[in-house]
T-cell receptor
């Protein structure tokens, strides 16, 4: 069965600090997708990134970067020079094989960026 | 702005009321989903529709009744709810499921915050 773990329940940082959100997953499938979503107080889940299991290349998008390591089943998310607007709950998620409905969320990490 | 629109944004209802939540997307997606999210918890899958047919019901009580009138619309009919059903109800869509072209990426609406008195 698939499972996603986010060990950090809450993180607080001061603006301009770098912060890394951890995600560890479990799956028996060889083909799967990993995601990060951001949920601001407004409630909408905002898609940030998708990574498939065959692509271990790390990715950078502005202040955001992702480190995917299959050897440790981790897909960590780093925000560089954090800003107050980054304050939100961040969810890591896993979708197995070809079926999008098997979409499992981790418990989420609440990030507070203080001015 | 989100491309998945949910109405109403807030709903308060009594335990004997009948109400509906509505969701609409115009991205041409053929899979639509209902999730329930309690405070400080991740979203939990309730229903999945694929090509307007119900493909997954995660053992949801019958007081929640989904409906997919067409590929762009998804409704959730509510009847005889309990106070513990109070939550944020999120609608999502994705390109399609059941074939290798699916990216698995879900697009979410802002949710309907339901309070049952």
């Amino acid at each position: 069965a698939q499972k996603v773990t986010q060990a950090q329940t809450e993180i607080s940082v001061v603006e301009k600090e770098d912060v890394t959100l951890d995600c560890v997953y479990e799956t028996r499938d060889t083909t799967y997708y990993l995601f990060w979503y951001k949920q601001p107080p407004s409630g909408e889940l905002v898609f940030l990134i998708r990574r498939n299991s065959f692509d271990e290349q790390n990715e950078i998008s502005g202040r955001y970067s992702w480190n995917f390591q299959k050897s440790t089943s981790s897909f960590n998310f780093t925000i560089t020079a954090s800003q107050v607007v980054d304050s939100a709950v961040y969810f890591c998620a896993l979708s197995e094989a070809d079926y999008g409905q098997n979409f499992v969320f981790g418990p989420g990490t609440r990030l507070s960026v203080l001015p | 702005d989100t491309e998945v629109t949910q109405t109403p944004k807030h709903l308060v209802m009594g335990m004997t009321n009948k109400k509906s939540l509505k969701c609409e997307q115009h991205m041409g997606h053929r899979a639509m989903y209902w999730y329930k999210q309690k405070a400080k918890k991740p979203p939990e899958l309730m229903f999945v529709y694929s090509y307007e047919k119900l493909s997954i019901n995660e053992s949801v009580p019958s007081r929640f009744s989904p409906e997919c009138p067409n590929s762009s619309l998804l409704n959730l009919h509510l009847h005889a709810l309990q106070p513990e059903d109070s939550a944020l109800y999120l609608c999502a869509s994705s390109q399609r499921i059941g074939d290798r072209a699916n990216t698995g990426e879900l697009f979410f609406g802002e949710g309907s915050r339901l309070t049952v008195l």
